[in-house]
């Protein structure tokens, strides 16, 4: 373990780091979707279109995957390997819900004609909801990479940090999603 | 060797962890309950945003463990968040986004 000078871990400090600089990325996205927001010359808009008691349990399952992860990280830090698997593993499928929600949204959203083209509200909620998606979709693979670790025995007290720093990026991608559905689906 | 560091405290038990999910099914739950109760709309906004920084501050401090972590991480975090909220309030501004309606 590799330690900066002042005494912390330096792979956890650069992925606060990480963490930082993800956040002007999503509020580029998020302000661009705010400025064009109400500008759409043509139809569909968000409230004919937004699916409210979808994506409430949408978030409820993200939500309930944040919590997933921190347990697997207690397991893991107390060195209980066959909880771990179970929330690791839990913690990738409710994640794996999230996306398909996502990928039955988008695709219901296209047959009621809203494309990437078709107006301001398509171009800047596909893009800020696609990249949000898209990282769900890295942690999904990176929670399974663990698991796998897991599986095999390689993951014990000492990959600790391993585990925390994972479980980082899917609370940040959680903490996403709550100010994605505050500001695109329930601020219409 | 178990991984700790310095500046670091001992993380949250499950029992504090089970205790923020279920803070934060009510917060959603009251989230979407405030947006379809009629009475509610002229406070719709600032009240979602609330909930939503209610929320946030939650996970960050208890599941990303902020609150027991080095104060160096807060400002890791923090100082391009507020950074992050400045330039979305400003792009708003710059757009028009605050202009009062005729």
């Known amino acids: 373990m590799e330690r900066t000078s002042l005494g912390l871990d330096n792979r956890k400090m650069a992925f606060w780091a990480f963490i930082g600089s993800e956040c002007l990325l999503f509020a580029s996205l998020i302000s661009t979707y705010l400025i064009y927001k109400g500008r759409s010359v043509v139809g569909p808009y968000p409230h004919d279109i937004l699916n409210i008691p979808f994506t409430s349990i949408s978030t409820f399952d993200l939500l309930m995957s944040s919590l997933m992860m921190v347990l697997a990280l207690a397991a893991v830090q107390r060195g209980d390997l066959r909880w771990a698997k179970v929330w690791l593993f839990l913690t990738a499928l409710l994640g794996t819900f999230f996306l398909a929600g996502q990928v039955y949204e988008f695709t219901s959203f296209v047959h009621e004609g809203l494309t990437l083209q078709r107006n301001l509200f398509g171009a800047t909620f596909f893009v800020l909801t696609g990249t949000h998606g898209a990282h769900v979709t890295v942690g999904v693979m990176w929670l399974l990479t663990l698991w796998w670790r897991a599986l095999r025995g390689k993951l014990g007290t000492g990959n600790a940090l391993t585990v925390e720093i994972c479980g980082l990026y899917w609370h940040f991608v959680d903490v996403v999603w709550i100010v994605i559905f505050t500001v695109v689906y329930l601020i219409q | ?102």
């Open chain 2, 1 to 102: 060797m178990p991984e700790s560091h310095a500046g670091e405290h001992a993380h949250p038990t499950a029992g504090v962890y089970l205790r923020v999910a279920a803070v934060l099914v009510i917060l959603t739950v009251i989230e979407v309950g405030v947006f379809y109760v009629p009475a509610f709309h002229p406070v719709l906004v600032p009240t979602l945003l609330f909930l939503s920084a209610l929320k946030f501050t939650l996970v960050v401090m208890f599941y990303m463990h902020l609150k027991m972590d080095s104060r160096f991480f807060t400002f890791l975090f923090g100082g391009p968040l507020l950074l992050a909220l400045v330039m979305t309030m400003g792009l708003m501004f710059l757009f028009g986004a605050f202009a009062l309606k005729k």
